[in-house]
């Protein structure tokens, strides 16, 4: 069974930062696209940043451009989510997810990715 769990949330203050992982079990995701995900209250789930397998390169959403920075450790099957100079316009749930098919231009359509983790609360305090 394939697992992405997500982990890291938390409460920070604006200013601060946090660091998020994901976790993938389950199977190895050579090829994989790996990308970030966030949904606040009553708002659709957007685009956050993603990392391709082979080149190691990356997508962000105009909204965290120079803040956040997306990673990956290929042999540990694990994501990360640096967030840097959190806003609390940033308050939300964050999810990863995994993609086969991959493209920037359908980065943000949510039908591209075949696996999803369970989320992670990130909550920014003004």
């Known amino acids: 069974q394939v697992q992405l769990v997500e982990s890291g949330g938390g409460l920070v203050q604006a200013g601060g930062s946090l660091s998020l992982s994901c976790a993938v079990s389950g199977r190895t995701f050579s090829g994989y696209t790996m990308a970030w995900f966030r949904q606040a209250p009553g708002k659709e789930r957007e685009f956050v940043a993603a990392?391709?397998?082979?080149?190691?390169?990356?997508y962000y959403a105009d909204s965290v451009k120079g803040r956040f920075s997306i990673s990956r450790d290929n042999d540990k099957n694990t994501v990360y989510l640096q967030m840097n100079s959190l806003k609390p316009e940033d308050t939300a749930v964050y999810y990863c997810?995994?993609?086969?098919?991959?493209?920037?231009?359908?980065?943000?359509?949510?039908?591209?990715?075949?696996?999803w983790g369970q989320g992670t609360q990130v909550t920014v305090s003004s």
């Open positions: 990392m391709t397998w082979s080149l190691g390169n990356t």
């Open positions: 997810a995994a993609s086969s098919a991959f493209s920037s231009r359908r980065a943000s359509r949510l039908s591209i990715y075949d696996y």
